[in-house]
C-alpha cells in the first residue's frame, strides 16, 4: 500500500499556500545511485519466488501444443468469463473505495463520537474469512445467490484494503493546504473532493489494486454464491476436468489481466517521491463539524459494520449453538490453533525478509528494473490460490522434494501468495522517510548497510508490523494452498473448518470460524494503529 | 519503536513459542518388509469417517497410515501434477471421476484380481486400475401427500404438475456426475435437451443434499433429487418423526445413477504390500460392514449384510455406464451453465 | 623550507549538469584549514549540488575533491570521507535521545560517551542528553546536529543553510553560538548559503557562487568593497548601478566625477554606488535629487532618490532626520566606486 503523494495535487494550490507548505513540497532526486548488491540480490531472489507460478503456468500452458491454447483462448466462453469477472472486479473496486474513502474521511476529518473505536472497527472484516460470510448471507437469503451476493460479500470483505492507506495518508497530510483553501472561500465539500482527495490519491489507488487482485483471485466468494466468475473455471478445469493445460491456459489469462491492472495502477498512482524535510509531524487538523449529517454519517458505518462484521459473526456463533449439545474437541481446536499460528508467524517473517530489500529498493532507486522487480510481486497475487498451490506441488515434488508437503515450501507458497501485501507497506513507510536522514548517517561514517540497520528500518518499524501483520491475517484464512501443500497431519483452523462444513456439520464448524476471526481481529486491531504511527513521535495524536 | 510494533512483535514471538509446544506431525515413509511400515492415504472421504476404520487396521496389521484429507477432484489434480514422486501410497476417492482421470495417466498400479473381483464389474476397473468399495444410489426423495405417485423416470419429472416442486443441490458431485452419466448415455444433444427441459420446471436450489431432504421432510418441496442415503442417516438422527420416503428409479434410468466411492493402489508407492493390504482391509468384510453401516452406503462386495432398510442391490438395475467415463466433468459444468442451471 | 600543509578541501574542475542545465561549470575553490568559508548564491544556483558532490552524495560529471590532500571524489563513498554535514533542517534521527544523536558517528564505549558529553558542553546543551529531539526548539535542534557532526573529530563540517528555517529574530543568537562552538572547536567549516549578511558576518572566507562559476573567492571585505564582476557587486549588499563615462582615471555619472577604485577603462562604463556611501544635504549642496521613498528599519533608513535624467538610487541615512517623499535634497558620494565596462 502507497502513501506517497503526487506532487500534482500542490500545483493546484495557490502560490502563498505552496511557499507556507514549504519545506515539505521540496523533491528530493532519489535514483541516481546505483543499488546496492546487498539489497538487489535476495529482492531478485524473492521475485524470482514469487513468478514461479507463471514459470508453471507457461510450462503447463504449451504442454500441448499452440494450438490448443489458441482454440481454448478465442472460445466465446472465454471472453464472456472475463468480461464477467472484470465486471465483478470494476463494481466491487468501485464500491469499495467509496466505502472506503468515506469511512476513512470520516475517522480522520470528521468529529465523530469515539473515533478511537470506529478506527479500529472499520479494519476487523480482514478478519472475516470471505468463504464464511459468503456462507453466513446465502444460507440466510438465498436469493443473494449470483452477482449481486458476490458484490455485497467482496465489498463488505475487502474495504479495508482502501480504508486503512487512505486513513493513513489523511493522518499524514498537512492541513495547511486545506486552511488557504478554505481562506480562499473554498465551502469545505469543494475542499474534499477537489484538494483533499487528490493529495491522497496514490493510497486510494494502491488500495484500489489491492481490492481488484483479491477479487480476480477469490473462490470461496464467488462459488458460494455460485456466480461463474474465473476462479469458478479454473478450479473446475483441475478438479472437475482434471485438465491441467486447460487450467493453465485459463490461468494464464488471469495473468494477463492482472498485469494490466498492475501496470495501469502504477500509472495512474504517478512516480512521485514525496519525502518530508525535518522531524516536524503536521499539525493535527481541526475535525470538520458534521452539523445534522452527524446521524447519517453514524448510520452509515454502524450498517457497515453490521453487515461485515456483526452479521457473520451471529450466524457463527447461531451455527455453534445449534451444535452445544455435542461439544467440541478442545484438543482438536488447540492443536489447530497452535499449527495456524506457527504457520502464520512463520509466513509473516519469512514474507517480510523478502519484502524488506524490495521495498527499500523501490522507495529508494528509480531504475526501470527496480520497478519491474517491485511490480512482479504483484502479478502472482492475482492468481487463485488453487493455481499458486499447484504450481508450487509442481515445482516442489520435482526440485524441492526434501521440503515437499513440509513446513518451508508451505511458507513459501504463502510468501507467494500474500507478498504484494508487505512490500507495499514497506515501501510507503520507507518513502515516507527523509532521504535526508539517511545522508547524514552515511556521512557519519555507517555504510549503506548499517544505515539500513541503525536509521531505516527503525523509523519504518511500524509500516514492517504493518505488512507483518497484514500476511500473517491473510495467512491464517488462507485455505486451497494449505490445503494441497500442508505436512501430512498437520491441521489448521481453515482446513478443519473446510472438512466440517464439507460434511455439513456446521455446528463442528463454528468453533474453528469463530477461532479463525478472534484470532484474526488480534493483529487487524493493530493495523490501523501502525499504519497511521508516526515515526517521530509517539503514536497518532488524535485531536 | 512504538509501542504497536512491539506488540506486534511480541504477538510473533508468542505465537511461535505457543505453537512450538505443538504437535506436528511429519509424514515418514520407512517402508520396510511387507506388509509393514507407514503409508499415506489421499482421501477425499472425511477424515471423521475413515480414520477409526484406519485405525483397526493399524491395530490389526500394526501398518501405520498417514491420513492426508481433501477435496476428491484437487487430489486427483494434485495426484496428476505430482505425478510419479507422489508420496501417496493409496487414493481413496469419494467419486468414480477422479479415480478414472488417475488411472487414465497411468498413475495407478493394477490391483490383484483375486482382490477387484469382489466388486463386480459394473464397480471397477476394466485394467483393474481400481475398485469401488462403497455404493451411492441416486433416488428422488419424496414427501408422501405432496407427492403420494411420484416419478420413477427422469422423463416424469418434466411433467407439469410438478412445476416448482422439485429440489437439487446444484454444485452437489452427485447430481453433476448424474448429468455427465446423462450425457454419456443419450449423448450431449440429449442430455441438453433434459436439462432444458428441467430448467423450466423452476426447479428450487439449496447448497446441500441435506438441504434438499430437509426441505422434502418439512413439506416446503414435494421432490428432491438427492442419493439414497440422505434419509435414512436423517431417520437414525431423529427417529420416527421423519415422513419424507426414497424412490427409487426404473431399471436402467439415468436417474438411478450409482456412484461409487473407490481406491486404488499408487505406482509411486514405494510400499505397495502395505498399500495393497489396506485396499484388501477395506473391501474386506470388516471395511465392507463398517460402510454399510456408518453411512448406509451400499456395500459393494457381495456377501456383505447391507443395512435393512435398503432394497437389495441386485434388485436396483442401473444404467449401463462405464464409470470411468466420469471424469468430463469440467464439459458438464459448462453445459449446466449454459443451461443456466449452475450459475445465477 | 617545509611544504606547505594541503587545504582542508580543494575542488578542482567539477562540473555537473541535470539533464540540459548545466548547474556548476567547472568549480575552483580553495578552503584553508582552520577558517569559516562562505559559498554564497543565488537560492538554485547550484550551490546545494556543490555541497553534495563534496559530501558525496551526488557523483560529479568531471573534476575531483580532495579533502586533506587525498582525492575523495569521484571515488571514495560517503562514510570514508570524513567530512561532517548540518543539514538544511537538522535532521538529528527522530528515533535516537540527544546523546545518541550525537554519539552516532562514534564507536561504543567509555570514551565516546566522554567525547558526547564534550560536544554537547561545546554548544551550550550540556544536561540535555537524554532529552528527544521532538522536545528541542528549532535552535537546539541545530547545535545538537552540529556537535553530531563534529563528534567524530572530522576533516571539514559543511553546514547546509543551516539557519533557514529558523526565526529571524532567533537566527542571529543561533548563528553566533552555533560559530563560537565551530571555532572553539579549530574545525574547518563550510558554510552554503544565500544570505549574504550571513556570510558576510561570520566567514573568514566568501567565494561567490554564480551561473555556475565562482565568480570571486575573497575576504568579507573585498567582496563587498571590491567586487570582481558587476554581478557579484550587485548580489553582495545593495548597490545601485549608473551609467557612466569613463577616461581613464575619473568617471563621470549622474552623481558626478567620482573616483574608481582601480584604472578603469575608458569609454562608456558601469558605476556601483553603495547606499552607505550617498550623502544627503539640504537641496543645492551637490547633485539634485527628489525623494521617492523611505523604508524605515529602525536603526537607519534607505531612502530612494530620482536623480536627473530619472536615473535613480539609494542612500542610507540615521534616522533622526528623514526627509519626506517628494522632497528635493542635494546629493554627494563620498569614497571610491567599482567601475565595470558596461
Known amino acids: 500500500m502507497s502513501i506517497a503523494a503526487s506532487p500534482s495535487s500542490l500545483e493546484a494550490l495557490p502560490a502563498p499556500a505552496l511557499r507556507r507548505a514549504g519545506a515539505v513540497a521540496r523533491r528530493r532526486r532519489v535514483g541516481r545511485r546505483r543499488p546496492p548488491l546487498a539489497l538487489v540480490a535476495p529482492a531478485v531472489v524473492g521475485a524470482a519466488a514469487a513468478v514461479v507460478p507463471l514459470w508453471y503456468l507457461a510450462d503447463r500452458a504449451t504442454s500441448q501444443g499452440w494450438s490448443e491454447v489458441a482454440d481454448e483462448l478465442w472460445q466465446r466462453r472465454t471472453l464472456d468469463l472475463v468480461v464477467r469477472s472484470l465486471a465483478l472486479a470494476g463494481v466491487v473496486t468501485a464500491l469499495c473505495v467509496v466505502i472506503g474513502v468515506a469511512a476513512a474521511w470520516l475517522v480522520a476529518r470528521a468529529d465523530l463520537p469515539g473515533r478511537r473505536v470506529w478506527q479500529v472497527a472499520l479494519a476487523l472484516p480482514l478478519a472475516i474469512p470471505s468463504y464464511v460470510s459468503a456462507f453466513a448471507w446465502v444460507s440466510w437469503k438465498p436469493w443473494l445467490a449470483g452477482f449481486r451476493g458476490a458484490v455485497l460479500v467482496l465489498v463488505l470483505a475487502s474495504y479495508p484494503y482502501v480504508y486503512l492507506p487512505v486513513l493513513a495518508a489523511l493522518r499524514r497530510l498537512d492541513p495547511a493546504h486545506e486552511e488557504v483553501a478554505r481562506s480562499l472561500g473554498w465551502t469545505p465539500r469543494k475542499v474534499v473532493l477537489l484538494l483533499t482527495l487528490r493529495q491522497v490519491r496514490p493510497a486510494i489507488v494502491a488500495g484500489a489494486l489491492l481490492v481488484a487482485l483479491y477479487v480476480l483471485s477469490d473462490f470461496g466468494a464467488v462459488a458460494t454464491m455460485r456466480f461463474e466468475a474465473f476462479t469458478w473455471v479454473i478450479y473446475g478445469a483441475y478438479r472437475a476436468g482434471f485438465n491441467p493445460a486447460q487450467a493453465a491456459i485459463l490461468g494464464t489469462v488471469l495473468v494477463a489481466v492482472a498485469v494490466v491492472i498492475v501496470a495501469l495502477e502504477a500509472h495512474v498512482r504517478g512516480s512521485a517521491s514525496f519525502t518530508r524535510l525535518g522531524a516536524g509531524a503536521p499539525r493535527p487538523s481541526r475535525p470538520l463539524p458534521l452539523g445534522r449529517w452527524r446521524v447519517a454519517a453514524v448510520a452509515f458505518l454502524v450498517v457497515v459494520l453490521a453487515a461485515a462484521i456483526a452479521f457473520p459473526v451471529a450466524q457463527v456463533v447461531h451455527w455453534m449453538r445449534r451444535g452445544a449439545d455435542t461439544g467440541f474437541d478442545v484438543a482438536r481446536v488447540a492443536s489447530a490453533v497452535g499449527a495456524t499460528l506457527r504457520l502464520s508467524a512463520l509466513a509473516a517473517l519469512a514474507a517480510l525478509a523478502v519484502a524488506v530489500p524490495i521495498g527499500v529498493l523501490a522507495a529508494r532507486f528509480r531504475q526501470r528494473y527496480v520497478h519491474v522487480l517491485e511490480r512482479s510481486t504483484y502479478v502472482a497475487h492475482g492468481l487463485p490460490g488453487i493455481v499458486i498451490a499447484i504450481s508450487l506441488v509442481f515445482v516442489g515434488v520435482r526440485l524441492l522434494r526434501p521440503i515437499y508437503q513440509e513446513t518451508p515450501l508451505l511458507v513459501l507458497a504463502y510468501v507467494v501468495l500474500f507478498l504484494p501485501l508487505a512490500v507495499g507497506t514497506v515501501r510507503s513507510s520507507v518513502e515516507q522517510l527523509p532521504v535526508g536522514l539517511e545522508e547524514v548517517a552515511r556521512s557519519l561514517g555507517h555504510s549503506p548497510a548499517r544505515v539500513l540497520a541503525r536509521v531505516t528500518v527503525p523509523l519504518a518499524a511500524p509500516g514492517l508490523a504493518a505488512g507483518a501483520a497484514l500476511v500473517f491475517l491473510a495467512t491464517m484464512k488462507e485455505l486451497p494452498a494449505t490445503l494441497l501443500l500442508r505436512p501430512t497431519g498437520t491441521e489448521t483452523l481453515a482446513t478443519e473448518l473446510w472438512k466440517a462444513t464439507s460434511i455439513s456439520d456446521y455446528a463442528a464448524a463454528g468453533p474453528y470460524a469463530l477461532a479463525i476471526i478472534l484470532l484474526a481481529a488480534v493483529p487487524t486491531a493493530l493495523l490501523s494503529g501502525l499504519l497511521t504511527a508516526r515515526a517521530d513521535g509517539p503514536g497518532d495524536a488524535l485531536p | ?344 | 623550507m617545509p611544504s606547505p600543509e594541503p587545504p582542508a578541501l580543494r575542488v578542482t574542475g567539477v562540473t555537473k549538469a541535470f539533464g540540459p542545465r548545466q548547474v556548476l561549470d567547472g568549480i575552483d575553490v580553495e578552503v584553508p584549514r582552520g577558517a569559516v568559508t562562505a559559498v554564497l548564491g543565488p537560492s538554485g544556483g547550484g550551490k546545494t549540488t556543490l555541497l553534495r558532490i563534496v559530501v558525496g552524495f551526488e557523483h560529479a560529471d568531471a573534476g575531483t575533491v580532495a579533502v586533506d590532500g587525498e582525492v575523495v571524489a569521484p571515488n571514495v563513498p560517503p562514510e570514508r570521507r570524513r567530512i561532517g554535514i548540518v543539514p538544511q533542517e537538522g535532521a538529528l534521527f527522530p528515533h535516537l535521545s540527544v546523546a545518541a544523536n550525537v554519539g552516532f558517528g562514534l564507536p561504543r564505549g567509555k570514551a565516546s560517551a566522554e567525547r558526547v558529553a564534550e560536544c554537547l558542553d561545546l554548544v551550550g546543551l550540556d544536561g540535555l542528553q537524554t532529552a528527544r529531539p521532538d522536545q528541542l526548539s528549532g535552535g537546539q535542534q541545530q547545535r545538537v546536529a552540529l556537535a553530531r557532526a563534529l563528534a567524530p573529530r572530522p576533516s571539514l563540517v559543511v553546514l547546509d543553510e543551516p539557519f533557514s528555517s529558523l526565526d529571524a529574530s532567533l537566527r542571529g543568537q543561533v548563528r553566533d553560538e552555533v560559530f563560537a562552538a565551530v571555532r572553539h572547536a579549530r574545525t574547518t567549516a563550510v558554510l552554503v548559503t544565500h544570505d549574504q549578511q550571513e556570510a558576510l558576518s561570520v566567514a573568514d572566507r566568501i567565494a561567490v557562487l554564480l551561473h555556475g562559476r565562482i565568480a570571486q573567492e575573497a575576504s568579507p571585505q573585498d567582496v563587498y568593497r571590491f567586487p570582481a564582476t558587476l554581478e557579484v557587486a550587485t548580489f553582495v549588499g545593495e548597490a545601485a548601478v549608473l551609467d557612466g563615462a569613463s577616461d581613464g582615471d575619473l568617471v563621470r555619472c549622474a552623481l558626478g566625477t567620482v573616483h574608481p577604485h582601480r584604472p578603469a577603462p575608458v569609454g562608456d562604463v558601469a558605476v556601483v554606488v553603495r547606499p552607505e556611501q550617498v550623502l544627503l544635504g539640504p537641496a543645492g549642496h551637490g547633485v539634485g535629487a527628489v525623494v521617492t521613498h523611505l523604508t524605515y528599519l529602525g536603526h537607519d533608513a534607505l531612502v530612494g532618490l530620482r536623480l536627473a535624467e530619472g536615473v535613480e538610487c539609494g542612500a542610507r541615512v540615521h534616522a533622526a532626520d528623514l526627509p519626506a517623499p517628494g522632497s528635493a535634497v542635494g546629493v554627494r558620494l563620498a569614497g571610491g566606486v567599482s567601475v565595470f565596462p558596461a
Not at chain 2, 507407514?38 to 498417514?66: C, H, M, N, W
Not at chain 2, 486427483?76 to 510419479?84: I, K, P, R, V
Not at chain 2, 488417475?102 to 476394466?126: C, H, N, T
Not at chain 2, 440429449?190 to 431432504?213: I, K, S, T
Open chain 2, 1 to 344: 519503536m512504538g509501542r504497536a510494533t512491539r506488540t506486534v512483535g511480541l504477538l510473533v514471538a508468542a505465537a511461535l513459542v505457543v505453537a512450538g509446544c505443538g504437535d506436528d506431525d511429519d509424514g515418514d515413509d520407512t517402508g520396510s518388509a511387507a506388509p509393514s511400515g507407514t503409508i499415506t492415504i489421499y482421501s477425499g472421504r472425511s477424515e471423521d469417517l475413515v480414520k477409526p476404520l484406519l485405525d483397526q487396521f493399524a491395530a490389526e496389521t500394526g501398518i501405520t497410515v498417514e491420513f492426508r484429507g481433501g477435496d476428491s477432484g484437487e487430489l486427483g489434480a494434485q495426484l496428476l501434477t505430482e505425478g510419479d514422486a507422489s508420496p501417496a501410497d493409496v487414493f481413496f476417492s469419494q467419486d468414480a471421476g477422479a479415480l478414472g482421470a488417475v488411472s487414465k495417466a497411468g498413475l495407478f498400479e493394477a490391483l490383484p484380481a483375486e482382490l477387484v473381483e469382489r466388486v463386480p464389474e459394473a464397480y471397477r476397473a476394466a485394467d483393474a486400475t481400481w475398485m469401488g468399495l462403497s455404493g451411492r444410489v441416486r433416488v428422488v426423495v419424496h414427501h408422501p401427500e405432496l407427492a403420494p405417485a411420484p416419478p420413477d423416470h427422469i422423463d416424469g419429472l418434466l411433467a407439469p404438475e410438478w412445476k416448482g416442486k422439485i429440489g437439487f443441490a446444484p454444485t452437489n458431485a452427485s447430481w453433476q456426475a448424474f448429468v455427465t452419466g446423462l450425457r454419456v448415455l443419450r449423448g450431449d444433444d440429449g442430455a441438453r435437451a433434459w436439462l432444458e427441459g428441467f430448467a423450466a420446471q423452476d426447479p428450487v436450489a439449496y447448497e446441500r443434499n441435506g438441504a434438499v431432504r430437509d426441505a422434502v421432510d418439512a413439506g416446503e418441496i414435494a421432490l428432491g433429487l438427492v442419493n439414497h442415503y440422505y434419509l435414512y442417516e436423517k431417520i437414525a438422527a431423529e427417529g420416527d418423526g421423519v415422513v419424507a420416503e426414497n424412490q427409487y428409479m426404473a431399471a436402467g434410468d439415468p436417474g438411478g445413477l450409482v456412484n461409487v466411492a473407490g481406491a486404488g493402489v499408487l505406482a509411486s508407492s514405494d510400499n505397495e504390500a502395505a498399500a495393497v493390504a489396506l485396499v484388501d482391509y477395506l473391501s474386506g468384510p470388516k471395511g465392507q460392514a463398517y460402510f454399510a453401516e456408518k453411512t448406509f452406503e451400499y456395500p459393494l462386495v457381495e456377501g456383505t449384510v447391507t443395512a435393512d432398510v435398503l432394497p437389495p442391490l441386485a434388485d436396483l438395475d442401473p444404467p449401463a455406464l462405464d464409470l470411468s467415463d466420469l471424469d468430463s466433468l469440467g464439459e458438464t459444468q459448462a453445459l449446466l451453465a449454459d443451461v443456466g442451471l449452475l450459475t445465477k
